[in-house]
């Protein structure tokens, strides 16, 4: 099993900056077998893939919305990835989720307690 403890997130005004952080763990958890992806889930809406990184390359992949705002990282040392939101609009208010799949795989199969992002005008 892979547990992912995700923390940060918070109320923050348009054009302001957060950042998420996802803690991995687990026996199972080789880092470099997986992609790791920041998801999120606005009221009434589905959940949508914001950016996701292949721990190994550190290849990403970001959603058009938020392409040259948001910047997703790693540490290796710590099994951490992080999100950074700047210029956040009123938009990206929404639930943010860490998720976590074998690079082979399509589907996330470990997900993080979610975070809320709310952005004021």
């Known amino acids: 099993q892979v547990q992912l403890v995700e923390s940060g997130g918070g109320l923050v005004q348009a054009g302001g900056s957060l950042r998420l952080s996802c803690a991995a763990s687990g026996r199972t958890f080789n880092s470099y077998s997986y992609v790791m992806g920041w998801l999120r889930q606005a009221p009434g809406k589905e959940r949508v893939l914001v950016v996701d990184?292949?721990?190994?390359?550190?290849?990403?992949n970001y959603a058009d919305s938020v392409k040259s705002r948001f910047t997703i990282s790693r540490d290796n040392a710590k099994n951490t990835v992080y999100l950074q939101m700047d210029s956040l609009k009123p938009e990206d208010t929404a639930v943010y989720y860490c998720?976590?799949?074998?690079?082979?795989?399509?589907?996330?199969?470990?997900w993080g307690q979610g975070s809320q992002v709310a952005v004021s005008s």
């Open positions: 990184i292949r721990w190994s390359s550190g290849r990403t």
């Open positions: 998720a976590a799949r074998r690079v082979e795989l399509n589907q996330y199969e470990y």
